[in-house]
């Protein structure tokens, strides 16, 4: 029995092809659409705002924010899922990229940091990755004290918020559900979110990540 | 208990993008370097499979858990907000590599530091809430 429970184990800590995103995705959806509700993670950041009390500074805010507390839910899930699958089902705890993305990465770096088999899943020091080159080190506090974190952290934070409120959906809400649903409109937001990524990636972002302090 | 099932949809969800990676900048740099086909594999199939599932609840196949046919909204046609707003939005999903999503994943999964990511995110849809009146949508 426990050799069977340490098969099924290792076979789900192996990393997932791309076709289980169909799945996971699928899966997602339909609960979702099932239990009458729409799938959009982004709504959330909305609705805490209003639980924080801002109905009082803009009427965007005042509605019925108890309503959406189902949705909240969904994002406390989400929350225990990735601290289950970090903590018990991580694997290797690589992202396993192509070869051209890592010399992209070293590129960027301007030194020879990563080889294919070095690339860790996430680039903060603080939990799980202790050999992370210094360089790639983002998401811990310590990176907050620095110019290029707080850029990454805070003004990608605020981006993220603004712009997903702005369009009417994030990647779930447009370019899952509104794509699901042959909207026109989330076709428009999609293409805007990869306008958007492209500029980021190629124009601004190797001169944020080479901020030294 | 009526919210648990939720977290269990949402559990799935986060474990799931945790072991595609999609919750990994290092996977989205390599998304819009056109470095891999995984990302938009991901993103692909998922859009495919829940165009069949949204249509089977469209067209009444699948009815919701409350006996009714699922009420879709058509999402209105105001051009400019979905092109500046999916802009920003995009902006931001390249810079941190993270989305709105996965953001409450890598918190969870013990990226603490994701407290001032959601933070950040809350202050910019504030932000949006603020000011919508003068945006162009």
Request: include cysteine; glycine fraction near 14%.
């Amino acid at each position: 029995m426990y050799e069977i429970l340490e098969q099924i184990h290792a076979f789900i800590s192996q990393p997932w092809p791309w076709w289980m995103g169909g799945i996971t995705i699928g899966t997602t959806l339909f609960l979702l659409l099932y239990f009458g509700k729409d799938f959009g993670l982004s709504a959330n950041l909305r609705t805490m705002c209003a639980a924080d009390g801002a109905g009082d500074y803009a009427d965007f805010f005042d509605f019925d924010w108890k309503k959406q507390g189902w949705n909240l839910m969904v994002a406390l899930g989400a929350m225990f899922g990735g601290y289950i699958a970090a903590n018990y089902f991580g694997g290797d705890g690589m992202a396993h990229v192509s070869q051209a993305t890592v010399d992209t990465l070293n590129n960027i770096a301007e030194e020879n940091l990563l080889t294919i088999s070095t690339v860790p899943l996430i680039p903060g020091k603080d939990v799980i990755h202790n050999n992370i080159p210094a360089f790639w080190n983002l998401y811990s506090w310590g990176s907050l004290f620095t110019l290029r974190g707080l850029i990454i952290i805070v003004g990608g934070g605020f981006l993220i918020g603004f712009g997903a409120r702005y369009a009417g959906g994030c990647t779930s809400g447009h370019a899952i559900s509104g794509l699901a649903d042959l909207q026109i409109p989330s076709l428009v937001a999609v293409i805007g979110f990869f306008t958007g990524g492209l500029i980021m990636t190629w124009l601004i972002l190797p001169h944020i990540l080479r901020i030294a302090f | 208990m009526k919210l648990f099932k939720y977290m269990v949809v949402g559990f799935m969800f986060g474990f799931g993008m945790w072991k595609l990676e999609a919750i990994s900048t290092f996977r989205i740099i390599e998304m819009f370097h056109f470095q891999s086909f995984h990302m938009y594999g991901i993103i692909m199939s998922g859009v495919i499979i829940g165009i069949i599932i949204t249509q089977l609840f469209k067209k009444g196949k699948v009815k919701t858990i409350q006996g009714i046919t699922h009420p879709f909204n058509d999402k209105s046609h105001e051009w400019w907000r979905y092109i500046l707003g999916g802009t920003i939005f995009g902006m931001g999903w390249a810079l941190t590599g993270v989305c709105s999503g996965m953001m409450f994943v890598l918190m969870g999964s013990g990226y603490t530091v994701f407290a001032i990511f959601i933070g950040s995110a809350m202050l910019g849809t504030f932000a949006y809430g603020y000011f919508r009146k003068v945006l162009p949508h």
